[in-house]
């Protein structure tokens, strides 16, 4: 199989606008994509920055918008611009009406699972995005320990799914990170392990560093 360059992505989750304009301003300098959470608090436990706050973003990176609500076609409609934005199976009644909202907006679409979440419930949408994160924590709150048994459902999808891009979230650092993409994924979504690192840019090397080494694994053993 082919090499998968992996990417670090930063996630940022706040309360505050003034925080997350300096967070992205943190990790500009070494990354390509940031995610932003955005949580209702009725959808996970926990509250973070809302539409109004993405206004303005700082240019010279692309964003990822990681929906932690209920009703997200409600939110998406609201915000315009070429972001992926990434909804949760768990609360989508209609895919059609989310993607063409999306589309509508300019934007592309990606599925998130829940590790609690029966992942025959996702395997439909799969054939409709090319895009998924598989959450490795409970989503609400960062700082989480990796959910290490969620690697099968990464390695189930790269099976069935060769050129999908696979995303993580939840517990990665130089460890896990390795161990996620020796799995199969190619996306590694990252905050505590950057943001309390004394140096980010380090904390970036190394996590890229390690991501690259486990998608060299995945390669050896998928053409072994």
Not at 45 to 50: C, D, E, H, Q, S
Not at 109 to 125: D, R
Request: glycine share 8%; proline share 4%.
């Amino acid at each position: 199989m082919v090499f998968m360059k992996p990417e670090i992505i930063p996630a940022i989750l706040v309360q505050l606008r003034e925080d997350l304009f300096d967070r992205i301003r943190k990790v500009k300098p070494y990354v390509d994509t940031v995610q932003i959470d955005i949580m209702d608090g009725m959808f996970v436990p926990n509250n973070t920055i809302g539409v109004k706050h993405l206004r303005g973003l700082p240019e010279g990176v692309k964003y990822e918008l990681h929906w932690m609500v209920l009703n997200p076609e409600r939110w998406i409609e609201k915000v315009h611009g070429d972001y992926l934005h990434i909804v949760h199976v768990e609360t989508i009644d209609s895919l059609d009406d989310v993607q063409k909202i999306v589309k509508k907006n300019g934007g592309r679409l990606g599925i998130a699972i829940n590790p609690g979440t029966q992942f025959e419930k996702v395997l439909p949408y799969l054939k409709k995005v090319d895009y998924v994160l598989v959450m490795t924590v409970n989503p609400g709150f960062s700082g989480q320990k990796y959910i290490k048994g969620m690697e099968e459902r990464v390695r189930e999808i790269r099976k069935k799914f060769k050129d999908i891009d696979i995303e993580v979230d939840g517990g990665l650092d130089k460890k896990t990170a390795y161990s996620a993409a020796a799995a199969g994924a190619n996306k590694i979504v990252a905050a505590s392990s950057i943001f309390k690192a004394f140096s980010i840019g380090k904390a970036v090397k190394e996590l890229q560093e390690s991501a690259e080494k486990g998608c060299k694994t995945w390669a050896k053993k998928s053409s072994g």
